[in-house]
């Protein structure tokens, strides 16, 4: 079933250890996207990437890294983790980078700092 | 900058009642609306879409239309479900930048049998 695939689905984890949230799309979509899903703050964009290569900055980057070396991953990289990056990450992927097009979604991760 | 306000949850149903999700927009220019409902436990999936004024999105029986002198897209469907029961995101995107998708905080429905 063609989609998006992340991983783990869910992670407790130490505080100041480095984790790295799993996501691949087989869609062959060009653009990509890290959210936070907060209770009361709905979804805030974290990064995104246009096409294999390029990354950008979203609302809440600080504390976050991520890659784009080809079409179907992009990875997320808490380099230190701290309690406050608590929540539910979800990757999701676009066909293209026009506003008409909505967005694929995975099942998301469950990242629990402790 | 753009946003999205939609109204606060949680909202409680019968089935078959009339189901009204508000939701208004700020935006500089001429945005994409859209309705994602999340189940529990999943991620969020795309509902409907408005791409330009008084367009309206429809599917699985949900309605929307984009009002741009109200500057509104309020969610609607005639007769809810107990399946129906999930959280729903209003959100918005603008022409070029597909890579701001702003969503609103979520609105919790609830719908008893």
């Known amino acids: 079933i063609a989609g998006i695939t992340q991983a783990p689905t869910s992670q407790i984890l130490a505080a100041g250890r480095r984790m790295t949230l799993r996501c691949t799309q087989d869609?062959?979509?060009?653009?990509m996207y890290w959210y936070r899903q907060d209770l009361g703050l709905g979804l805030r964009l974290i990064h995104y990437?246009?096409?294999?290569?390029?990354?950008g900055k979203g609302e809440v980057p600080d504390g976050y890294s991520v890659s784009r070396a080809n079409t179907d991953d992009f990875p997320l990289t808490l380099a230190s983790a701290v309690p406050s990056q608590t929540s539910v990450y979800f990757c999701?992927?676009?066909?293209?980078?026009?506003?008409?097009?909505?967005?694929?979604f995975g099942s998301g991760t469950r990242l629990t700092v402790v | 900058g753009d946003s999205v306000t939609q109204m606060e949850g949680p909202v409680t149903l019968s089935e078959e009642a009339f189901l009204t999700i508000n939701c208004t927009y700020t935006?500089?220019?001429?945005?994409?609306l859209f309705w994602y409902v999340q189940y529990p436990g999943e991620g969020l999936q795309l509902l409907l879409k408005?791409?330009?004024?008084?367009d309206k999105g429809s599917n699985k029986g949900f309605e929307a239309t984009y009002r741009k002198e109200t500057t509104s897209f309020h969610l609607e469907k005639g007769s809810v479900q107990v399946s129906d029961s999930a959280v729903y995101f209003c959100?918005?995107?603008?022409?070029?930048?597909?890579?701001?998708?702003?969503f609103g905080a979520g609105t919790r429905l609830t719908v008893k049998p």
């Open positions: 999701a992927s676009s066909e293209h980078r026009e506003a008409n097009y909505g967005y694929t």
């Open positions: 869609m062959r979509h060009n653009a």
């Open positions: 990437s246009n096409t294999a290569g390029t990354t």
């Open positions: 935006a500089t220019g001429y945005p994409s």
């Open positions: 408005a791409t330009k004024a008084d």
């Open positions: 959100a918005l995107t603008e022409l070029g930048n597909n890579n701001d998708m702003r």
